[in-house]
C-alpha cells in the first residue's frame, strides 16, 4: 500500500545535538511538507518542496533545514539553532492542485533533555 | 493573508447526540476548505473536502459539513457520535491554484462522554 513513513516513531537528543528526521513516501507525490504541532497551537509549517531539488520555507523555518534529492524524500534537520525543539513533528505530500488535500505520515515526537 | 478560525478548544458530546464543529474562514476568494481528524500521536486523516458545487459535502465516518459563503464558514457535523469519534479535529483552508500550502486551524478536541 502507497502511503508516507516517517522513522523514528520517537526521538530522545541532548540540547545542542543535530538530528534528522526522515519522511519517505511511495505516493508518487510531488509535493513534500513539514509541519510541527504544539499542544493548542494547532500546525505550522516547517518547510515545504514542489519538486526536487527545490524547497520554500514556511511559518517556523528558523534552525531547522531540509533538503529534497529524491522525489520520495524529504528529510528534516532539527539544528542546536533551535531553541524550543521538542514537538510533535508531522511530514506530508501531495499531487500538484488541492483536489486530494495532504496525505500525512504518522510523525515523529522529538524530545531534547 | 489567509486563516482558520476553530473557535472552541474543547468540545463534550454524550455518545449518542450529535455533533457540530465550527470553522470560519478569511480568505479573497472560494478556497478548496478541508476537515482532518486526528487520534493521539498519530497523523492526520483526512474526512472530507469541498472544492465547488454542492455545498454539502459527505465524508467518512458518517461525517459531513457545509459550506456556506455568506458567513465563511465550514462546520463539520455528525448526527450520532460514538466514543471511537473522540479526537482532534481540523479545519484547513486552501487555494485553489497549483501548488500551495494549507493553513489549519488550531483544532478542536472532542471528548465523548458515556
Known amino acids: 500500500d502507497g502511503g508516507i513513513t516517517q522513522s523514528p516513531k520517537y526521538l530522545f537528543r541532548k540540547e545542542g545535538q543535530n538530528v534528522t528526521l526522515s519522511c519517505e513516501q511511495n505516493l508518487n507525490h510531488d509535493a513534500m511538507y513539514w509541519y510541527r504541532q504544539d499542544p493548542g497551537q494547532g500546525l505550522r509549517l516547517i518547510y515545504y518542496?514542489?519538486?526536487?531539488?527545490?524547497?520554500q520555507k514556511g511559518d517556523i523555518a528558523e534552525g531547522y533545514s531540509v533538503s529534497r534529492e529524491k522525489k520520495e524524500s524529504f528529510p528534516l534537520t532539527v539544528t542546536s539553532a533551535q531553541k524550543n525543539p521538542t514537538a510533535f513533528y508531522l511530514c506530508a505530500s501531495s499531487i500538484p492542485g488541492q483536489e486530494m488535500g495532504y496525505t500525512f505520515g504518522s510523525g515523529t515526537r522529538l524530545t531534547v533533555v | 493573508a489567509q486563516s482558520v478560525t476553530q473557535p472552541d478548544i474543547h468540545i463534550t458530546v454524550s455518545e449518542g447526540a450529535s455533533l457540530e464543529l465550527r470553522c470560519n474562514y478569511s480568505?479573497?476568494?472560494?478556497?478548496?476548505l478541508f476537515w482532518y481528524v486526528q487520534s493521539p500521536g498519530q497523523g492526520l486523516q483526512l474526512l472530507l473536502k469541498y472544492f465547488s458545487g454542492d455545498t454539502l459535502v459527505q465524508g467518512i465516518k458518517g461525517f459531513e459539513a457545509e459550506f456556506k459563503r455568506s458567513q465563511s464558514s465550514f462546520n463539520l457535523r455528525k448526527p450520532s457520535v460514538h466514543w471511537s469519534d473522540a479526537a482532534e479535529y481540523f479545519c484547513?483552508?486552501?487555494?485553489?491554484?497549483?501548488?500551495?500550502?494549507?493553513?489549519f486551524g488550531k483544532g478542536t478536541m472532542l471528548l465523548v462522554s458515556p
Open positions: 480568505y479573497g476568494a472560494t478556497p478548496y
Open positions: 484547513a483552508v486552501g487555494p485553489v491554484s497549483g501548488y500551495s500550502t494549507l493553513t
Open positions: 518542496s514542489q519538486i526536487v531539488n527545490d524547497f
